[in-house]
């Protein structure tokens, strides 16, 4: 049986993508202000593995230790 493939995450409304970048700034200025993933997750009512993937803290600390 042939394997579906996997559809593009990136929604294809232009509003919808930019309510997903609205959030993906949020999400990077509480990880500027010091938020853990699990504090963003419980605010966004997601699990913090899918706060990760959506944008990985590591990236955004790595940015703000070059910042100083």
């Known amino acids: 049986m042939a394997k579906k493939k996997k559809t593009s995450s990136k929604p294809s409304d232009p509003i919808e993508r930019e309510l997903v970048a609205i959030k993906r700034l949020l999400v990077a200025l509480l990880y500027k202000l010091g938020s853990q993933q699990t ?30």
Request: neutral net charge.
């Open 39 to 68: 504090e963003v997750g419980s605010a966004l009512e997601m699990d913090p593995a899918d706060v990760s993937r959506m944008l990985p803290a590591r990236k955004i600390k790595s940015i703000i230790d070059n910042q100083k």
